[in-house]
Each structure stands twice: as C-alpha cells, then as structure tokens.
C-alpha cells in the first residue's frame, strides 16, 4: 500500500469547493452582525431590543434542532441530494428575509436559514472526498476559513451596508448561495464511496457516551458560553459605537479592522506556544481569563468609545485563542472512535449559545440597560473559569488516519494491540465497517520517533 504524502487535485478540488461553501454559509449568517441591531430599529416592531435579539439568534435554534438530523439524513439519501434540500432552504430563509418590512418576517427568515443546517453534512461529504491520511488537513482547512468568515463580516458587513443595505446583504448571500449550488454539483466530485465516517459524523448509539464525558462537557459548556457572549455582544456594541464615537453604523468596519488585525498578530504565537511545548490547558485558562477581563471592561466602560475599543480588543484576542484552541482539545480529549460524535454535540452546544446568547441580550438591553448584558456575558466566563481550571491536562498527541482493508473482528483486535503496545502510542481505534484506523501518537517525541511509529504502523497495515 502507498500513501501518498499529497492530495490529489481530486482531493484539493472538493476540500477548497466545499470550504467556499461552509464559509459561504457562515458569511450569510454573520455579515448582518455588526449592523443589524440599528437597521431593526428601521422595521415595524424593531425598537423591542428582546426581538431584536430573537432575529439575531433565531438561526441558532433551527440550527440545534436540524444539525444532527441533516447529518443523518445523509447517510442515507445522499450527501449532494441533502446539502441542495440545505441550501435551497437557506435560500427561502434569505429572500424572507430580505422582504420582510417588520421584524416578526425577518426572524422567520432568520429561523429558516438556520433550518437549511447542512454544515455537518459539508463535512461528511468532506470525509467522503478525501483519503484518511489527508483527512485532518481538509478539516482543518475549513475550520481556517470559519475564522477567516467572521473576522471578514465584521469588516465586510459595513461597507456592504452602505452599499446595498441589510436587505441587500439577504439577497446578496441568496445568490450566492444559487451559484454554491453549481460549485456543488460541478465541481465538487461525486464520492466513489459514500459512507459514515466515526470521525466527522455523529452516531446516535455514541451521543451518551460523549454526553457522560466530563472533560467534553466542559468544552460544550465554554463553546456554548463563547457563543452566546458573541450574540449578546452585538446587540449592543453596534449601538455604543454610534453614540460614543458619533460615527454610523457604516463606519464602524474602521475600529474592527485594526482591533481584529492586532488582536490575531497576538494570539497567534500563544496558540503555537501552546501547541509546541504542550501548554494548552494554561493557555486555554488564559484565554477565559482574558474573556472574562473583556466581559467586565465592556460592563463598565460601555458609554466610552475607547473603553469599547479597549474592551473589543481584549474580547478579540481571547475569542480568537478560544476559536483556534477548543477544536484542537475537542480533537485530543474526544474518545478516537467517537471524534465525530463529539464534535457534532460540541457544535450543537455553540449554536444553542448563539440563540440563547442573543435572546438574552436583547432582553436584558431593553430592560436594564447596556452593562447589564456583559454583567450576564461575565458570570458565564467565570462559570466557565471554574470548569476550566478543573479540566484535565490534554494529551499533546497529533492524530494519524489509515486506510485498512475488509477484516475480521478477531484480526482488528490483532492489529489494534500490536499498535497500542508500540512506545509513544497513546490510542488506537479500529473500525473495520469503516475500513479506518486511527492512532493518537504522542506529540512530545523526537520527529525520528514519530516517523519510526508511522513506518511501524504502515508494515502492520501491509502485512
């Protein structure tokens, strides 16, 4: 058997087609974001801040309802048939809501778009176009391009604004979605073997496995927390940057683009700091910390324009550390065989916060004022501080993915202990219906030991 150390064009064709999409799909949820609390004040209804709210969120709901079914679903209609059913529904989600003339027509908009769930299918279809060995590498490729969206709409949604206002930017990402739709069909191949994959799909039979894990419970609880601090936020710093600064909401892409550029030059070497010399948990603490200094100097400086600059600053650094650090611990915690379970959960998690943030911070703007929103974002990071500091030490492991031929249970067993008895393997999972093998090899060795491992798994494989 050779592996190839490169993908084939095949492989980087549909790992940059589909991260076009899931990226697409996030822009259309995110460019409204550092707008849409003023323009909702334009629509009939849109002066209650709890609506408001709702309309930012309400995509996080369908989306945690639909996530995991859509998964499903594929398996067995088909990943392309699904993710079209997906993005058609997005696109009725995108033309209501570019309609709607008060906000009750622009939350079902909202509502159906998140409902066109389709990210865990992307991905399925994902792990169906690439070979295991370059499985993480696709991953991570689309996990780059959801951090490169948000950081994009803060920037981009302002100056779409100005151009072709709120309903513009609904149509606009309505369109695109049609034209994804044709990426989809024309460009993305059709896999040779569609199957479901442990490492990217959830199976129903391991949910309360994940579910009675402590450690993920913990990350679910912080990416819920991370999330719903994310909504909540924007409700109200669209509103404090217009009356502290006396610029409009247009304008307002001239403080995130500074503040986001120097926050991701900051974070960047801790997160390698924390990758390289596997300091991830402090790191990790850190960055919660720093979340939680944020919460706080938004609560009490949120009638000052640099006490806002100030705070977004600090808020960016620590949700920039927290976006790159909580897949790569979800990735190392997670059990190998239910990787994909775990994160389909820990994705579930995040959309919840997203609905549960949002609804919460329009609800405490409109009855108790600006602070009283980062009063409430802050008791969730100091929540999340006690989780994390009692959060076990993550394995400074990398993972490895093999393709296996058809094989017995008794010669999967065989093969999964003579792996797991090698030095510097950490875990091994064998899933014969899969035709996969997966090793957690401890990170900390020499790169010779680590090659040495690698060989040593491949003439195991062979023979």
């Known amino acids: 058997m050779q592996i190839s150390e490169k993908m084939s064009a095949a492989e980087k064709r549909s790992t940059v087609s589909l991260a076009a999409i899931y990226g697409l799909r996030m822009l259309g949820m995110f460019l409204i974001l550092p707008i849409f609390a003023i323009y909702?004040?334009?629509?009939?209804g849109g002066q209650d801040h709890t609506m408001v709210g709702l309309a930012l969120g309400a995509y996080?709901?369908?989306?945690?309802?639909?996530?995991?079914?859509?998964?499903?679903?594929?398996?067995?209609?088909?990943?392309?048939?699904?993710?079209?059913?997906?993005?058609?529904?997005?696109?009725?989600?995108s033309v209501v809501a570019a309609l709607g003339t008060n906000i009750m027509m622009v939350i079902v908009g909202r509502a159906i778009q998140g409902a066109g769930a389709v990210s865990a299918v992307v991905m399925a279809l994902v792990?169906?176009?690439t070979r295991e060995e370059h499985r993480t590498k696709a991953m991570a490729t689309i996990g780059g391009t959801i951090g490169m969206t948000f950081a994009l709409s803060l920037v981009a949604g302002p100056l779409l604004n100005q151009a072709i206002g709120v309903p513009g930017i609904f149509w606009m990402t309505a369109i695109l979605t049609v034209f994804a739709?044709?990426?989809?069909?024309?460009?993305?191949?059709?896999?040779?073997?569609?199957?479901?994959?442990?490492?990217?799909?959830?199976?129903?039979?391991?949910?309360?496995?994940?579910?009675?894990?402590?450690?993920?419970?913990?990350?679910?609880?912080?990416?819920?927390?991370?999330?719903?601090?994310?909504?909540?936020?924007?409700?109200?710093?669209?509103?404090?940057?217009?009356e502290t600064s006396g610029m409009n909401e247009n304008q307002h892409w001239m403080v995130y683009l500074p503040v986001l550029t120097l926050s991701f030059v900051l974070m960047l070497p801790a997160v390698i700091y924390g990758e390289k010399y596997a300091k991830l948990k402090p790191v990790f603490i850190a960055a919660v910390?720093?979340?939680?200094?944020?919460?706080?100097?938004?609560?009490?400086?949120?009638?000052?324009?640099?006490?806002?600059?100030?705070?977004?600053f600090f808020y960016f650094i620590a949700f920039n550390l927290l976006e790159a650090t909580l897949p790569s611990l979800i990735s190392k915690m997670a059990p190998a065989a239910s990787k994909g379970t775990a994160i389909g959960i820990h994705n579930t998690a995040q959309s919840l916060g997203i609905f549960i943030g949002a609804v919460t911070g329009g609800y405490l703007s409109g009855h108790y004022g600006f602070s009283s929103v980062f009063i409430f974002c802050a008791l969730l990071m100091v929540v999340w501080l006690i989780a994390a500091l009692g959060m076990k030490t993550p394995p400074s492991v990398k993972t490895k993915?093999?393709?296996?031929?058809?094989?017995?249970?008794?010669?999967a067993s065989q093969l999964k202990a003579n792996i797991a008895q090698m030095l510097g393997v950490e875990e091994v999972a064998v899933l014969a219906k899969e035709r996969t093998l997966i090793v957690k090899i401890n990170n900390q060795q020499s790169v010779e030991a680590q090659v040495a491992i690698e060989q040593n798994i491949l003439k195991l494989i062979r023979s």
């Open 289 to 312: 910390a720093t979340m939680l200094l944020a919460q706080l100097l938004f609560a009490l400086n949120i009638h000052s324009f640099w006490g806002v600059v100030v705070a977004l």
């Open 181 to 242: 739709i044709g990426v989809v069909k024309f460009l993305v191949p059709d896999p040779i073997d569609s199957h479901f994959h442990s490492d990217t799909e959830a199976a129903p039979d391991k949910i309360k496995e994940v579910l009675r894990n402590t450690q993920l419970l913990r990350l679910n609880f912080g990416v819920f927390s991370l999330h719903a601090a994310q909504m909540a936020m924007f409700v109200v710093v669209p509103f404090a940057l217009k």
């Open 127 to 129: 792990a169906d176009s």
């Open 401 to 411: 993915m093999y393709h296996v031929e058809s094989m017995t249970d008794k010669a």
């Open 40 to 44: 909702a004040q334009t629509l009939e």
């Open 60 to 93: 996080g709901l369908t989306q945690v309802l639909l996530q995991l079914p859509f998964g499903i679903a594929s398996d067995q209609y088909g990943r392309k048939k699904v993710i079209y059913i997906g993005m058609l529904i997005f696109i009725i989600g």
